[in-house]
């Protein structure tokens, strides 16, 4: 991957495209297709064992097509009619740990799968959604796209091995295809509970019911989290980028939190007392996480534009505005979920 790049490209307008966004009834990929949907007409192509019908549509219709991101006859039907592929069907980290052999079809095979599809249809462009993860622990901070790709969990091999696979697409066949690697994403439709569950999610569930915070490990681990709206603020600016084809670029706040401090403010934001617990640390879990975010700010003119502080008061707002799946409404299923996957 090349560096030192050091100026503003727009290229490609997404605009009035065909656009496929795989993995899009997801977290990310929803708010991805709420985007896009404003301007283009928006295919989701998911399998729904993660992602919910009820992501979709919030700014305007989306076509679905329920398949599995390796099925090459349903990929290939998907691809056909798209002039743009968004990738980001995934199985997620913690899943990783107890499955790396679904983990691996999903992500790595999945993307080759895709992959072809995009190269046979000639696509106009090819986006894979990589993650932080492929970075693994910090060696130094921040961290920029060239820092050394030493991932900690099959999940992050996984993600690294589909940036391989599509960066050798880009030479081997002129795919004109762009690597995004978003850090920690947070904001409305993010898992509170199950294996995707993720930190914030969690943390205001056990703040807003009274309950301990757990932390795993001291909370000195940190990460750099940003607003869901601007990750895919960023992840379709990259797209559109002509320079960074063939190329990468980090999508982040560039701001350091640790877990600990996360804990803390959400306390803070809901007005709760739960005691912060701390347990043993997860295998794998990353140590340091904190982007260099200069080539996205100077390539793609990328800034976030919500502080923690306030992303978490926002998060808050969205719950209250969703009665339905506020984890304070839902303590019982939450419970009853804990209590059928904790270790006998
Ligand atoms: N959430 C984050 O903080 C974060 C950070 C960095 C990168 N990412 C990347 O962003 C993308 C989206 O992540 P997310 O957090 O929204 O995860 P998510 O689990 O909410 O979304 C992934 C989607 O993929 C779908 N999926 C899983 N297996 C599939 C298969 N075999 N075929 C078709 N669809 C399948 C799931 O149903 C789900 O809707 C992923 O590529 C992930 O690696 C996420």
Redesign the pocket.
Known sequence: MGGGVRRRERALLIRGKRVLV??G?????SHLADLLARDNRVTV???????SENNLGATGPVGVIR????DRKAIRAAVEQADVVFH?????LRVSLSDPVRTHH?NAT?TLEVLLAARDCGVERFVY????EVYGSARWVPMDEDHPTLPTTPYGAT?LAGEAMTFSFYHAYGLPAVIVR????YGPRS?IEGP?G?VIPRFVERALAGRPMAIFGDGGQTRDFTWVEDTVRGIVMAGECDQLVGDCVNIARGEEVSVRRLAELIRKVTGSRSPIVHLHARPGDVRRHHANVDRARDVLGFETTVRIEEGLERYLRWLDGHPAVAPVNRIEEIRNWEASTAPA
Do not use: M
């Open positions: 795989t993995g009834a997801g977290f990310i990929g192509l998911d399998d729904f064992s993660v992602g398949a599995d991101v390796a980001l069907a995934t199985v997620c999903v999945g959604v990589s993650s932080s993600k978003p850090f920690n994403a898992h995707s993720e």
